[in-house]
């Protein structure tokens, strides 16, 4: 019999308790074809490590993820040994490495196998916290396919960009510099072709964008040139977010979010250690720092976006968009079963 969400949080709690107090806390990886994974084992592994990462350690690493992606897959070898070099034990498949773990990160850069291993990891890991890099999916079928299959198996996740977490987008998603009366935000938005337009990296600025606005966006409408999109979405408030993704000029992350008491730039990209902060916290306790809500609202927000390039533009209502997947997620469901 499966747990209900509050017994769920006090086994997790239970759990960590006694985790903690043995202070070993085994992290395993999944996927060696993304920078992120040696980033993250970097700061978890080192021996001037800070303060929150005391004790954690990724001791286990399943290196395949990307089958189709050259660019990805070509890393695995040479971050196999960098891994090795740091004392991260190379397995031969997901089950063996939740043996060996207490938390996961699913760090595989392909987010159209996010489904496929987050299910592995979900029917075996017993409950574990679960961190699942961006994208959390490739399309956001796939992503209501895997928030309602952790709450079939119980097991606590979230999945966010490290533009979230900067001091600056924080301060004013806690209202320290007034009200939000709206926002603009940008990254870039490089294409792979394997994925939906904003799925691949356009989802950095689009996590910025809701991390400043928060939810409630409405409807969406889009314009696109060879270089550059620009999608502007309706808050129920009334409020209006934008968003610029960019394929030319020099790769920046920011945005300027306008406020009862003027103008201010939010955080931009500042390296992982913020995100990683929040990723230790998440398996100290279980609690996700990003709600489901929201992150399926970004991936809302995205589809929208690509309905309305196929329309020349036209409004697209998000509630339309996310009730067409919703049957689409259900059949991916039903194919797995």
């Not at 990724?58 to 993820?65: L, T």
């Not at 997901?94 to 773990?101: A, D, F, M, Q, T």
């Not at 964008?209 to 502007?232: I, K, P």
């Not at 196929?310 to 689409?328: K, S």
């Amino acid at each position: 019999m499966k747990m209900k969400q509050t017994g769920l949080t006090f086994f997790i709690s239970l759990m960590c308790f006694s985790l903690f107090a043995q202070g070993e806390y085994r992290v395993g990886v999944v996927g060696l074809d993304t920078s992120h994974s040696i980033a993250f084992t970097k700061e978890l592994n080192g021996e001037d490590k800070k303060e929150q990462y005391i004790g954690f350690r990724v001791v286990a690493a399943y290196p395949y993820g990307s089958k189709t992606i050259e660019s990805s897959y070509s890393r695995i070898p040479g971050y196999i040994n960098q891994m090795k070099e740091m004392g991260v034990e190379i397995v031969a498949s997901i089950e063996e490495l939740l043996e060996k773990s207490d938390y996961i990160l699913l760090e595989t850069n392909d987010g159209t196998v996010h489904l496929e291993q987050a299910l592995e990891v979900f029917k075996h890991c017993k409950g574990k916290p679960v961190f699942i890099d961006k994208p959390i999916a490739a399309t956001l079928a796939e992503a209501i396919a895997i928030f309602q299959l952790a709450k079939e198996y119980n097991v606590p996740i979230f999945s966010s960009s490290g533009v979230r977490f900067t001091p600056e987008s924080q301060a004013i998603r806690r209202g320290e510099e007034g009200e939000v009366l709206g926002a603009t935000t940008y990254s870039p938005a490089l294409r792979e072709i394997t994925h939906p337009d904003f799925g691949w990296y356009g989802i950095h600025g689009v996590e910025e964008l809701f991390t400043v606005m928060g939810t409630g966006c409405v409807a969406v409408n889009r314009m696109s040139a060879e270089g550059t999109d620009v999608v502007t979405g309706l808050w129920s408030d009334g409020r209006v977010g934008t968003f610029r993704g960019t394929r030319t000029g020099k790769h920046l992350y920011g945005g300027i979010v306008f406020t009862e008491n003027g103008v201010t730039p939010s955080g931009g990209f500042q390296g992982y250690g913020m995100l990683l902060d929040e990723i230790v916290k998440f398996f100290r306790t279980g609690e996700p720092p990003v709600s489901e809500m929201e992150t399926l609202e970004i991936f809302t927000f995205m589809e929208a976006s690509n309905v309305s390039k196929r329309n020349n533009g036209e409004i697209i209502l998000m509630e339309d968009v996310y009730r067409w997947a919703m049957y689409d997620a259900q059949q991916l469901i039903k194919n797995l079963e």
